[in-house]
């Protein structure tokens, strides 16, 4: 199911959002479906993310007789890989938000393939404004999308709204290998391990796994520059007036693979709320 929340539509800044997420610059939005359209997962660590949601102790029961389904909330869902792989696998209940409806409508299509759309609902809007509410959800995925809400602190406590007391947080990122900050733009709010680990906890949560995602990463970062280099160029040879932008946008993408494979190491982390 694909929801489009009105007040998510009349936002003035979700193309500046949507820009800002997909590192491209806004006259390439229109375009960013096609030059993604191999790719399901978007970047995220969807099967390191699976297997550790399987770790959890969150499974579908049933409670007074009534089927009792895990909720997950996916925020910056892309094409809802996340999503549909916890309701196919594990029977969770799954809200995806993004801004993009073309990857929503992708992301509706995967969910009828697997046979979960009853189980998925994805809603259009800003995940900004989603999150200025509280919600109890079992679980809440922030993957591959930066610190989105500001520093690592303040990312923590808006995620830590969205999911009840003793749920559960997955942030799939990374931290500093060698500096205490980064001056490049979208980088600004990462930091050493160290006071990564400080940050993520900040509020009495605990960390109950960790795992480098470095590696894989790497390998995901390298397909992905392979992939839209091709359709970069099949693009540029349809849209002459467009190419400037296209391949300025891979050449800033390989740029942000390097920042990545020397100076980021990926993490994933999956932090159990306080409880109380």
């Known amino acids: 199911m694909i929801e489009n929340s009105e007040k998510f539509k009349?936002?003035?800044?979700?193309?500046?959002?949507?820009?800002?997420?997909?590192?491209?610059?806004?006259?390439l939005l229109p375009y960013m479906p096609y030059l993604l359209q191999d790719l399901w997962a978007l970047g995220s660590s969807v099967?390191?993310?699976?297997?550790?949601?399987?770790?959890?102790?969150?499974?579908?029961?049933?409670?007074?007789?009534k089927a009792v389904k895990?909720?997950?909330?996916?925020?910056?869902?892309?094409?809802?890989?996340?999503?549909?792989?916890?309701?196919?696998?594990?029977?969770?209940?799954?809200?995806?938000?993004?801004?993009?409806?073309?990857?929503?409508?992708?992301?509706?299509?995967?969910?009828?393939?697997?046979?979960?759309?009853?189980?998925?609902?994805?809603?259009?809007?800003?995940?900004?404004?989603?999150?200025?509410?509280?919600?109890?959800?079992?679980?809440?995925i922030l993957a591959?999308?930066?610190?989105?809400?500001?520093?690592?602190r303040e990312t923590v406590g808006t995620l830590r709204r969205q999911v009840r007391s003793?749920?559960?947080?997955?942030?799939?990122?990374?931290y500093l290998r060698r500096e205490e900050k980064l001056g490049r733009k979208g980088y600004e709010q990462y930091r050493t391990y160290s006071r990564t680990i400080e940050e993520l906890t900040s509020y009495g949560d605990r960390i109950v796994e960790e795992l480098?995602?470095?590696?894989?990463?790497?390998?995901?970062?390298?397909?992905?520059?392979?992939?839209?280099?091709?359709?970069?160029?099949?693009?540029?040879a349809d849209h002459p007036e467009i190419a400037?932008?296209?391949?300025?946008?891979?050449?800033g993408q390989k740029d942000e693979c390097d920042i990545l494979d020397n100076e980021l190491a990926g993490a994933l982390w999956v932090i159990r709320k306080r409880e109380g």
């Open 212 to 236: 480098d995602t470095s590696d894989f990463s790497s390998r995901i970062n390298r397909e992905y520059i392979k992939v839209i280099s091709k359709r970069g160029e099949e693009l540029a």
């Open 47 to 65: 099967d390191q993310i699976v297997e550790a949601v399987g770790r959890l102790p969150l499974r579908v029961g049933v409670n007074a007789g």
């Open 70 to 140: 895990a909720t997950a909330l996916d925020l910056g869902c892309g094409k809802g890989a996340v999503s549909v792989r916890l309701a196919s696998e594990f029977g969770f209940s799954a809200v995806g938000i993004d801004a993009m409806e073309e990857f929503l409508l992708v992301a509706g299509s995967k969910a009828a393939e697997f046979g979960v759309d009853d189980r998925c609902s994805f809603i259009g809007g800003d995940i900004h404004e989603y999150t200025m509410e509280n919600h109890s959800f079992d679980i809440v």
């Open 10 to 27: 009349k936002s003035k800044k979700l193309d500046q959002l949507i820009s800002d997420s997909l590192e491209a610059t806004p006259d």
């Open 244 to 251: 400037p932008s296209v391949r300025d946008y891979i050449a």
């Open 166 to 174: 003793g749920g559960y947080m997955i942030i799939d990122d990374g």
């Open 144 to 152: 591959s999308l930066g610190f989105f809400f500001g520093s690592i």
